[in-house]
């Protein structure tokens, strides 16, 4: 088995792609690359389910605490410093192992970035402050296709959809990375059966509370987490916003991140399938991690 060949692991969230990755660079003498864009923040430590310090111990990690809350991060930033990491990881003679669910990563890593023009920090600002149904309704007017398949319930993305269609007035599916899946190298993916991720979801968001999640997001509004617009898109720091907020209990915040979160999962695993070429890893409730990279291994050397 080639040191140097990178493995790439993904699923959704709470399919337990973390633990294997751990347990595979413990057995393979491996360095785990985030792939996550939330982790790379520090201070966003529970709500991302980013790894212990413990587990930072293990094995070295990757893209992770690598931005402060008020710094940006794109899938550019990502390429760059996930290409540099695996090179160095490869010059120790140890083995990349790239680890996430945020599918964007993967592909722009995979297949490249397209020509589209980097921010417009101006730009970006004006479009921000205008309301989401604004936003939409241009979007629909100057490109009707991206307006039917992008997700309009996320501003961060239909933000970047128009300051690309404002700042080059062409059609933003036009610049969009020109993917070519059949080359892409192996793809990892866990996948659960519905009701086995809906108990694993819950649980998790209820460990997240009882880990102090409240008191996290609190800390984090006072360093200016409101401002930073991706982490308020990220599935649980907002809620715990409005909770705090008073505009809903804490019973029915935490359902709701619950209910979400299952919606997320959901989202990752078509994503994954209709964007990407995963080799599917089925996972049944009972099944450990090690057993998980056991299969993983040996379908990897065949």
């Known amino acids: 088995m080639s040191t140097f060949r990178a493995i790439h692991l993904a699923g959704p969230t709470a399919a337990g792609k973390s633990a294997v990755a751990l347990t595979l660079a413990e057995r393979i003498g491996g360095e785990i690359v985030s792939v996550d864009s939330i982790q790379v923040y520090r201070g966003l430590d529970i709500g991302s389910a980013k790894p212990t310090k413990e587990e930072q111990k293990k094995a ?8 402060e809350l008020e710094e940006s991060f794109d899938a550019a930033q990502f390429v760059e410093l996930a290409g540099a990491a695996i090179g160095e990881i490869a010059a120790r003679g140890r083995t990349p192992i790239l680890c996430g669910g945020t599918g964007l990563y993967f592909k722009a890593l ?41 997700d309009r319930q996320n501003p961060r993305r239909v933000v970047r959809a128009l300051e690309v269609i404002r700042l080059t007035g ?12 059949g080359s892409q190298p192996d793809l990892w993916v866990l996948r659960r059966e519905s009701e086995d991720l809906r108990a694993r979801v819950d649980q998790r968001v209820d460990v997240m509370f009882e880990q102090g999640l409240l008191a996290e997001t609190e800390a984090l509004l006072e360093k200016g987490l409101r401002d930073n617009q991706t982490a308020m898109q990220a599935i649980g720091y907002r809620q715990v916003v409005e909770h705090l907020e008073g505009i ?40 450990s991690a090690d057993s998980i990279a056991d299969r993983l291994l040996k379908e990897r050397t065949i």
């Open 60 to 67: 070295p990690h990757h893209l992770i605490d690598i931005r």
């Open 248 to 287: 809903r209990s804490l019973d029915e915040t935490v359902e709701l991140i619950k209910s979400k979160t299952r919606q997320f999962a959901r989202r990752q695993m078509t994503w994954f399938r209709n964007q990407m070429s995963p080799r599917w890893i089925d996972v049944a409730p009972g099944d």
């Open 170 to 181: 062409n059609p933003f599916l036009e610049q969009r990375a020109d993917w070519n899946a």
């Open 110 to 150: 995979f297949g490249g970035l397209g020509a589209s023009p980097t921010p417009d920090p101006a730009l970006r600002a004006e479009l921000e402050a205008t309301p989401l149904e604004e936003l939409c309704e241009e979007l629909k007017q100057r490109d009707p296709s991206a307006y039917a398949r992008i």
